[in-house]
């Protein structure tokens, strides 16, 4: 130990006068050291407890209170959400059926935006990968409504009973036919898109 400072010392070897050198102990883990604190309440913390927010390091309790109102969506949240959700993809692929061609095609932007704004009130205005995943997934299951309802329209129109798989195959190349139409593809793309930047 050098006693005169400044003395062939180095630097970081120099005694800091005036600072008590204690060393200062995380909270939540007593044997690591650190002199990190957490920015909300002062509570010491290390880097194995600390949580980075987008205003800087917190201690694990101040990031969760954080955290809370918004991003903690509940299965009750995730229930109500799917439920308009379908509600909804329901009502506007049928309605949708209804709208006269060169108009149909636009029909998913509203839809996009109705079906967005929806989930998100459902769900109390939380945000979450998973409410974003159902409105833009509702959105497309509104397109499916739409051409299942043309297909059995037609098919009431006909008066013919046909046999379930005659049904089921035809729904399907309705709903594949459908989708081959790269407006439509361009217009549902943006749809889902208005959807969950809705819920984002
Ligand atoms: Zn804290
Ligand atoms: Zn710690």
Same mark, same amino acid.
């Given at each position: ?11 970081? $070897?120099?005694?800091?006068?005036? =600072? ?21 309440? #002062? ?8 949580? %980075? ?17 918004? %991003? ?10 799917? #439920? ?11 309605? !949708?059926?209804?709208?006269? #061609?060169? =108009?149909? /095609? !636009? ?8 079906? #967005?704004?929806? =989930? ?8 979450? $990968?998973?409410? @974003? &995943? ?9 397109? /499916? ?8 329209? @037609? ?10 798989? &005659? ?18 593809? &361009? ?10 930047? $809705?819920?984002?």
């Amino acid at each position: 130990m050098c006693a005169i400072i400044g003395a062939n010392c180095p630097p970081e $070897r120099a005694p800091r006068l005036g =600072v008590t050198q204690e060393p200062l102990y995380c909270a939540t883990h007593p044997k690591i050291e650190t002199n990190l604190r957490c920015g909300k309440c #002062g509570k010491l913390i290390c880097p194995k407890c600390m949580v %980075y927010t987008p205003v800087g390091a917190r201690c694990p309790d101040c990031a969760q209170v954080r955290r809370l109102p918004i %991003y903690d969506v509940s299965a009750a949240n995730y229930l109500s959400a799917l #439920g308009a959700g379908m509600a909804m993809a329901l009502v506007a692929g049928v309605v !949708w059926s209804f709208i006269p #061609g060169f =108009v149909s /095609i !636009w029909v998913p932007l509203l839809i996009g935006y109705l079906v #967005g704004e929806g =989930v998100s009130r459902a769900a109390n205005r939380k945000r979450s $990968r998973g409410l @974003q &995943v159902i409105a833009g997934t509702m959105v497309f299951a509104s397109f /499916i409504v739409l051409q299942l309802f043309r297909l059995f329209v @037609q098919i009431a129109a006909s008066g013919r009973e046909l046999p379930m798989e &005659v049904v089921s195959s035809a729904a399907i190349r309705s709903v594949v036919s459908g989708l081959l139409n790269p407006y439509l593809l &361009v217009v549902l793309a943006l749809g889902i898109y208005l959807a969950v930047t $809705r819920t984002r």
